[in-house]
């Protein structure tokens, strides 16, 4: 089941440079992340992604960016693990704050 949140996350990152990318573009990818008190530990990275943000909501706050970078992460903690897609408004995932949209379980 996936549920939806738009919830506001403290991320830990790590540089990555995409293989063959002579360009020397370096984006941050997620590594823990937490989530209503609990420190979840990225496992694995499934997928990444650029979606378009909801402008009709977001009209206001959209500046220069109306795209946001999409993290499809397995993590976990003690507790078990999931399945969560976190989203930066930043190009490079450091300078703006981190949301997580969905998680599965």
């Known amino acids: 089941m996936v549920r939806r949140y738009e919830e506001p996350v403290e991320v830990r990152v790590e540089a990555v440079v995409p293989a063959g990318d002579c360009s020397l573009a370096v984006r941050s990818r997620p590594r823990a992340f937490m989530w209503r008190g609990r420190i979840l530990?990225?496992?694995?990275?499934?997928d990444d992604w650029s979606e378009r943000r909801a402008w009709w909501r977001d009209l206001e706050d959209l500046g220069e960016r109306p795209e946001r970078h999409v993290w499809r992460v397995e993590a976990g903690s003690a507790a078990g693990t999931g399945v969560y897609d976190l989203a930066s408004d930043a190009a490079d995932g450091c300078s703006a704050p981190w949301v997580l949209l969905r998680a599965q379980d």
């Open 41 to 46: 530990v990225v496992r694995e990275v499934l």
